[in-house]
């Protein structure tokens, strides 16, 4: 089965697979002077480095896991068919596969090779049974070196920062407008608000409006390189970083993540190594559960 799942990983769930193409990029001058950009200008240089969405990828992995309960590495492939599905098959030193699972956009399916058992299920209920609830398009994102969660028609600051530019999103107005939601405020009310008011109505929040955004943007080619998310109501966050990339049908896609998670008592992390990263399609993503399969309980 896969390893037991850090609660935080709400934030970024899904992120199960990725890096050994080696593409190391200089370090970054943190004394650099750029020149100011707008909001909008970085977000329109950062879409267009992105490039136009991917339809199939596939690739292998080697994932080390670091977390409270100790380490761990195994093996992984990966194959994503874009707003389709994501299979992944857990493979250890043996090469025996020991899991499988395909997430879809409103479903998960699980076999737990080990146990003879396996999950079918929606999002809502894998969440209660795995501790997280996985999502698609944020692992889409991620192993396509993305800016996870970037809005465009979202409002966003923009500062300079250790020799890069970083998008935040506008964290003020986003509180402002899920306090409105949760207790129906005037508008004049609603600028009066003080902090401890505030975040006690957001304690009860379950709106993105609760979660700021910040993007670290390389400036001489502008893709994102560094993803901060962080849920202010529940003292959460987690942390992307694409720590190498290379060339692969004249795209730029991670093969190095480093992935950090805290919720302000434990922390864990990760790092995916993936290789083989191929684009070709179509892909097939086969889950057949055996006669002697159970349920999991």
Request: proline share 6%.
């Amino acid at each position: 089965m896969f390893p037991r799942l850090h609660p935080t990983l709400r934030l970024l769930p899904g992120l199960l697979v990725v890096v050994a193409c080696k593409s190391t990029r200089p370090a970054m001058d943190a004394t650099r002077d750029l020149p100011a950009r707008s909001p909008e200008k970085l977000i329109e240089r950062l879409t267009a480095a992105q490039g136009a969405d991917l339809r199939y990828y596939s690739a292998k992995a080697d994932v080390s896991v670091e977390g409270p309960d100790g380490s761990r590495s195994f093996k992984a492939h990966l194959r994503v068919v874009r707003d389709s599905a994501a299979w992944i098959s857990v493979v250890p030193a043996l090469g025996i596969e020991v899991a499988r699972a395909v997430l879809g956009t409103d479903s998960l399916k699980v076999l737990d090779k080990l146990n003879d058992h396996y999950f079918l299920g929606t999002l809502d209920s894998a969440k209660a049974r795995f501790g997280l609830q996985p999502d698609l398009a944020l692992l889409q994102d991620a192993v396509y070196g993305k800016a996870i969660g970037l809005d465009p028609q979202e409002k966003y600051r923009a500062d300079r920062e250790d020799g890069q530019y970083v998008l935040t999103s506008r964290e003020k107005k986003r509180f402002v407008r899920a306090a409105e939601e949760l207790a129906p405020l005037d508008s004049s009310d609603a600028g009066g608000l003080d902090d401890e008011q505030l975040e006690r109505i957001l304690e009860q929040a379950e709106d993105r409006d609760a979660v700021v955004y910040r993007y670290w943007i390389d400036p001489d080619d502008f893709r994102v390189t560094r993803v901060l998310i962080t849920d202010l109501a529940r003292g959460r966050q987690a942390e992307v970083r694409y720590e190498e990339r290379t060339p692969v049908d004249d795209r730029s896609l991670p093969v190095r993540i480093r992935i950090g998670l805290a919720d302000g008592e434990r922390e864990a992390g990760a790092i995916f190594e993936l290789s083989k990263i191929a684009l070709d399609g179509p892909l097939q993503l086969p889950f057949r559960i055996p006669a002697k399969f159970t349920p999991m309980d």
